[in-house]
């Protein structure tokens, strides 16, 4: 099994987010073999379409009790240990009162024993994706942060233990992952900028253990093309600073042009991506317009600061015609900008 390096030219790389549309097959046959149809699948078409960073889609993570969601949330809070899965009316009552929590409607699980990696095994999906990838690819993990805001803590009674303890178990995953990048997806902390400390703090101790490139992406959230999060990134350029990461993976497409002043201020020892692919619409962006948003960004930011441009955030919520025509535009537009 051979895995392959980020590649260093061109000077900005094509990346996607994670979620990939589970293809419908996958639903009506959620078996091994499907499964693994299914990344050969997301691959290839990622990478006939010039992508250089690929991911899995995430479809090691595929349930078809969640097909919705591809598992970003109930993947993880199933699969560790001092959670339970099975919700309680007096449960449920008890979460929908933390105003905290008020983004779901329920909780993903309930806290009642000491954290711990249960049947967690990171390193079989990332081994099975490094498998049939044949290219550079990125894994990706749920931030500390936002699964524990998923959560109904009947254990810790304490949310920062909570967070940290969530933290401790996913970082002794992480040190030995066969791919090209980890990326820690937060899409949480946007509209909580006050936890910004907390946060950082959690994710930093995934940070440290990872050997490979190391991301982090945030955006304000997305659910039926519907922004989460109320927030700015003005808000958070003292937490982006202090990620111990190498690039960022942030949605701009979905952002007002405004935005882009903030990450001025982010350290210059951190790379930048940047959203030029909106995933909450079913608009194709033309190349034209990939390549003026490229522009636009380096003009504001400076030169050498963009690594990356991706969609938003994944394509989970999008129409498998809609998400690979996307893929096809932002080649095209970070090709037009370089004039390669």
């Not at 691959?43 to 009790?65: A, C, M, S, V």
């Not at 600073?241 to 497409?253: P, Q, R, T």
Request: proline share 5%; aromatic share 8%; charged share 25%.
């Amino acid at each position: 099994m051979k895995v392959y390096n980020i590649p260093e030219n061109p000077r900005i790389l094509t990346t996607t987010v994670g979620s990939y549309s589970y293809p419908e097959w996958l639903l009506t046959m959620p078996n091994e073999q499907s499964r693994i149809d299914a990344l050969r699948v997301v691959f290839d078409t990622q990478r006939q379409f010039g992508i250089d960073l690929i991911t899995d889609g995430e479809l090691n993570r595929f349930d078809p009790n969640h097909p919705d969601t591809n598992g970003m949330i109930e993947y993880f809070v199933s699969r560790l240990s001092g959670i339970k899965t099975q919700i309680s009316i007096t449960e449920w009552r008890e979460f929908q009162k933390n105003e905290r929590l008020s983004f779901r409607k329920k909780p993903a699980g309930v806290v009642i024993d000491k954290i711990g990696e249960g049947y967690l095994n990171l390193y079989e999906d990332c081994t099975r994706s490094a498998s049939l990838a044949n290219a550079p690819f990125k894994f990706t993990v749920t931030s500390p942060y936002m699964l524990a805001r998923t959560l109904q803590d009947n254990y810790y009674y304490d949310f920062e233990k909570l967070v940290i303890s969530i933290a401790e178990v996913l970082s002794s995953q992480l040190s030995d992952l066969p791919c090209a990048c980890v990326q820690i997806d937060e899409a949480n902390i946007p509209g909580n900028p006050n936890d910004s400390d907390l946060c950082s703090k959690a994710i930093n101790l995934l940070l440290d253990k990872i050997q490979v490139e190391k991301a982090v992406h945030l955006c304000f959230g997305n659910y039926g093309g519907q922004t989460i999060q109320k927030g700015t990134w003005k808000a958070l350029v003292g937490f982006l600073n202090n990620l111990n990461c190498d690039h960022l993976v942030l949605e701009l497409k979905h952002r007002p042009i405004e935005d882009l002043d903030s990450l001025k201020l982010i350290d210059t020892r951190i790379k930048i991506g940047i959203g030029v692919i909106d995933i909450k619409s079913n608009h194709i962006e033309t190349p034209d317009e990939i390549a003026f948003l490229i522009d636009t960004a380096e003009e504001k930011l400076g030169p050498d600061r963009i690594r990356f441009v991706h969609p938003d955030c994944g394509f989970w919520m999008l129409k498998r015609s809609v998400a690979d025509r996307k893929m096809e535009a932002l080649v095209r537009g970070r090709d037009r900008y370089l004039g390669i």
